[in-house]
């Protein structure tokens, strides 16, 4: 579809909550590509259901550095990108309405 209209389009796989997964994929992105003009995240889990005294320490921080380091780590690649060259461009943060409002079971979801 992004091809049939006169684009390039490109699936990269990495894990956002691995700083140095990411670094690399905005050096695959920039040479692949050119400099990327919008970022939209929208990447996150979620361990719904396990109650804060419940859960255990690698699921909840698995849940954080997904949902807020990943977040953290694309902007400031991006960021950085954009600086570099000509300064502006476009970020998309998606989320959900438990960013705002609080569910039982989502102590580490809602963290984020």
């Not at 692949?32 to 889990?45: C, Y």
């Not at 954080?64 to 400031?76: E, I, P, V």
């Not at 989502?106 to 984020?112: E, K, L, N």
Request: charged content about 20%.
């Amino acid at each position: 579809m992004v091809e049939d209209n006169g684009s390039k389009g490109i699936i990269y796989q990495g894990d956002v909550s691995d700083y140095k997964q990411v670094k690399e994929l905005y050096k695959k992105v920039t040479k692949d590509l050119g400099t990327p003009f919008i970022l939209v995240n929208s990447a996150g889990i979620n361990a719904t259901g396990i109650f804060a005294v419940d859960i255990d320490v690698e699921t909840f921080d698995r849940s954080l550095k997904t949902d807020l380091y990943g977040t953290f780590y694309h902007c400031k690649e991006f960021i950085a990108i954009r600086k570099a060259s000509v300064g502006m461009g476009k970020l998309v943060h998606i989320s959900s309405i438990h960013d705002v409002v609080a569910h039982p079971g989502g102590s580490a979801y809602c963290a984020c």
